[in-house]
């Protein structure tokens, strides 16, 4: 085995996890044992839970806040202040990153970013480091002048590192990571075989990612007007109480309630239409496997600019009420245009090889720099 990376991620919403463990699962794939750490949790649980909870209250709660701190600070560095937070965990931080047999550093969420970034700074270290974004729009607060490469969904980089007065080859458009799965070779026959759904069933995934963010039981008094039954399965991830309230529900439809699982890509094949906010990995996730999307109650800030990608790329639809929810599945599921228009458009964008265009692209800068060193 060759050098140990460590990739940072923090477990503060599902989907920087799952991009640190596809960027982990490609590393290994090329002969490195790299390290994935949990960075606020390691450095403190009471500061990994200090830093969930204030997130998760901020978006539960006080959603127009964190909108208008996310949007505000395209103008001022108002996320420059978790640069200075971190400078309380210096000492705690710098023996994770100070290893003789780690080349580059990852994150994969831009808080963990910001601590990093003042280490480095801190300590003049000089290790590479580079940053995975996990949305599909570029924002000011993911820029340290640490940063050797940005990986993003994003194809407007040069516009972007233009107006932020940033070199344009820092960044490299290369979708999402996601996790490699042999599931997403599966036909929706077989998928839906494997899950035991009938093949006529017209099939509809709610997710509310990891955390199961959503108001399942609202939804689906929303979809007790359609005609048809159809076979709902509610994604509720680590929400318990999500679940228990689901088991009391009564509904006309099917309804399948799905706790946290391994299996969501093999759900995604098996399903007609996503109902889901817009988590970036969930998102890229869906596209890959060219499932229509239907975007509802998405996360002001970063999961509202993912949105408005989406829909104006025309690889989603948006819902901005409980009541329209109903008539939008109904469109989805139905009419053949809006169904095949949304398929076409997910085929074009969709990113599988996302991971490995990512280690790829560092692996090789790094052996550039090996090679003029040596020379």
Partial sequence: MKDKPIIFS???????????KALHDELLKQGYTATIVDTFYELNPYLHHFMLHTYLNIIKWQPFAWR??????????????????????????YPLVN???CPFIISTHPFVTAFLSHLIETKKLTMPFYTVITDFVLHPAY??????????ASCDTTAFATKHN?????????GIPILSDSSLLLSKKEARLRLGISLTDKVVVIAGGGRGLTNYCRILKSLESLDDVLHIICMVGENSHAMKKLSKQKSKHKLRIVSFTDQFIVFLKAS???LSKAGGVTMAEALVCETPIVLFRSVPGHEEQNAHYLTNEGAAVSVSSYRGLAATIFHVLYRDDVRERLIT???????????HHIISTILMEENEKSHLTVQ
């Fill in 143 to 152: 820029l340290r002048d640490t940063i050797d490469g940005y990986f993003t």
């Fill in 272 to 274: 007609d239409v996503i």
């Fill in 10 to 20: 923090a477990s503060i919403g599902n989907g920087h996890t799952q991009a640190a």
């Fill in 68 to 93: 208008k701190l996310y949007f505000q600070s395209e103008h001022v560095p108002l996320f420059n202040l978790l640069d200075k937070f971190g400078g309380l965990f210096v000492k705690q931080l």
């Fill in 99 to 101: 290893r003789d047999d």
């Fill in 345 to 355: 458009r997910a085929r074009s964008l969709k990113k599988p090889f996302a991971a």
């Fill in 166 to 174: 940033i070199s344009s080859h820092l960044f490299t458009s290369t």
